[in-house]
T-cell receptor, first 116, second 112 residues
Framework: DTAVSQTPKYLVTQMGNDKSIKCEQN?????MYWYKQDSKKFLKIMFS???????INETVPNRFSPKSPDKAHLNLHINSLELGDSAVYFC???????????????FGAGTRLSVL | GEDVEQSLFLSVREGDSSVINCTYT??????LYWYKQEPGAGLQLLTY?????DMKQDQRLTVLLNKKDKHLSLRIADTQTGDSAIYFC????????????FGAGTRLFVKA
């Protein structure tokens, strides 16, 4: 049973389209994250939610909108896709603020987005 | 602002020790981590150290923390070809949101 699962694994789309990536965790964690990893493998935090509440919102274009219907799910919707959005997007989860054990993050396998 | 830096590449021979280094800037770090990323996969935690510790050993892995110099290292003893991956250093600190910042990753190549 996969702890953090994200779908789809691959996403190929045209510029200007709108797409969504879904993430689910079955670890009972309170906090979930979206990261973007570019072609040089640099990993950058985009958003973080704690119990459905947005707690980190980095400088990300407002074409990106996260949604957390419950604490086990964090979806990412992207409007008007651009070439520069091509990257691997990782979802992660952790116990969050009250964790006394290092707040280890568990990552999904990634969604490889290619914008043509 | 906060920053985590690490060298981008390291190449070693199978059986040798690998040492991956990392420096960070924020002195209010609570935890420091080493994550491993294999091709086509997400990051996976290797080990972590609390900021009031100097050293942590876990089988082939040894983590050293020099808090004064804000320097973290990961030593892998008897490096195997299966250790070839990208290793990310990360620090967690309390900004009110317990943010974790990742370094750019060190690509470890192990030659047989």
């Amino acid at each position: 049973d996969t702890a953090v699962s994200q779908t789809p694994k691959y996403l190929v789309t045209q510029m200007g389209n709108d797409k969504s990536i879904k993430c689910e965790q079955n670890l009972g964690h309170d906090t979930m994250y979206w990261y973007k990893q570019d072609s040089k493998k640099f990993l950058k935090i985009m958003f973080s939610y704690n119990n459905k509440e947005l707690i980190i919102n980095e400088t990300v274009p407002n074409r990106f909108s996260p949604k957390s219907p419950d604490k086990a799910h964090l979806n990412l919707h992207i409007n008007s896709l651009e070439l520069g959005d091509s990257a691997v997007y990782f979802c992660a989860s952790s116990q969050g603020r009250i964790s006394g054990y290092g707040d280890i993050q568990y990552f999904g396998a990634g969604t490889r987005l290619s914008v043509l | 602002g906060e920053d985590v830096e690490q060298s981008l590449f390291l190449s070693v021979r199978e059986g040798d020790s690998s040492v991956i280094n990392c420096t960070y800037t924020d002195s209010s770090s609570t935890y420091l981590y080493w994550y491993k990323q294999e091709p086509g996969a997400g990051l996976q935690l290797l080990t972590y150290i609390f900021s009031n510790m100097d050293m942590k050993q876990d089988q082939r892995l040894t983590v050293l923390l020099n808090k004064k110099d804000k320097h973290l290292s990961l030593r892998i003893a008897d490096t195997q070809t299966g250790d070839s991956a990208i290793y990310f250093c990360a620090e967690r600190y309390d900004t009110g949101g317990f943010k974790t910042i990742f370094g750019a990753g060190t690509r470890l190549f192990v030659k047989a």
